[in-house]
């Protein structure tokens, strides 16, 4: 274990990695469930897992916050409501907040392959970055390779299948931009971390659907982005809410152009996803 662990509750004097922000009482802490975490930061913000669910599921977030003190009082302070089970920071080091057998509240109000309670089937991660309201930085190469390396330790023990790792704009498009188009979904799935499939190209012309349109062509991208996951109603009207799912579409698996258009390229793309989704999920089926 690192040196840098508090392992001894409270009243431990180690050194902590990163200090802990004001406002924030310091808990019990617990022995972290990943080899590859370097301190643990307990949050008071957790609760049961609805009916005993076991966690099949990771959500990857960033903090969108300015700064590390600020994301942390937010997820480990008493009364925010919000929690994860691991935080990464820039340079690689890992926290731990919540017990993975604990219902961290780092998803809200979410929805994915027809269940609603993301928190209960789901381990979060946030990843410490300003977002899109402070700048939107890159993400550091070290920061990625914790965070490959720590979802590569959870899919083992979990069992969690590659298309059960997903950004939080996938489970809730119509309020999350994170971890956003910025993020190296294709360098985590060479690393055995998630689905994924080369865009298909950018080609000028061909045949769009925007906002607006009507008609069987909706209704089949409704129908194949349900049948993927997605939380979207089968209506064959493309309304505000099949753009926003759209757009959370292209935010992780056609990040070149993110417009809420279904080009050539972003319908290719969902396609040949589907054509590797395994035969055993199952998503319950969209209704319009």
């Known amino acids: 274990m690192p040196a840098s662990f508090a392992s001894a509750g409270p009243e431990s004097k180690q050194r902590r990695i990163v200090p802990l922000p004001k406002g924030i009482v310091a808990m019990q802490t617990f022995i972290p469930d990943s080899s590859v975490v370097s301190d643990v930061i307990p949050s008071p913000n957790f609760g049961e897992r609805n009916k005993g669910r076991q966690p099949d599921m990771i959500v ?28 990464v920071l820039e340079d690689g080091r890992i926290l731990q907040c919540v017990q993975e057998a604990k219902r961290a509240w780092h998803a809200g109000v979410a929805k994915w392959a027809g269940e609603d309670d993301i928190n ?13 309201d402070w700048g939107y930085p890159d993400y550091p190469l070290r920061q990625i390779a914790a965070v ?15 298309h059960r790792v997903l950004g939080h704009s996938d489970v809730a498009p119509a309020r999350k931009k994170d971890p956003g188009e910025k993020f190296p979904w294709r360098s985590l799935a060479a690393s055995g971390v998630g689905l994924f499939v080369e865009p298909a ?17 909706v209704r089949a991208l409704q129908q194949a982005l349900a049948d993927y996951g997605y939380g979207i109603a089968v209506s064959g009207k493309y309304d505000h809410a099949t753009a926003e ?8 698996f ?35």
């Open 60 to 87: 990857l977030h960033y903090t969108g916050m300015p700064d590390v003190e600020s994301a942390l009082t937010r997820l480990c302070k008493a009364g925010t409501e919000v929690s994860a089970h691991y935080v």
């Open 120 to 132: 209960s089937c789901s381990i979060g991660i946030e990843i410490i970055n300003r977002g899109h």
């Open 148 to 162: 490959i390396a720590l979802c590569r330790g959870i899919i083992i023990r979990r069992g969690i299948a590659p």
């Open 245 to 252: 799912v759209v757009t959370a579409f292209q935010r992780h």
């Open 254 to 288: 056609r990040p070149e152009k993110v417009d809420g258009i279904a080009d050539t390229s972003t319908l290719a793309t969902l396609h040949a996803l589907l054509g590797i989704l395994p035969a055993d999920a199952h998503p319950v089926a969209a209704v319009g």
């Open 201 to 217: 190209r950018i080609e000028p012309g061909g045949e769009t659907l925007k906002h607006g349109a009507e008609g069987e062509n």
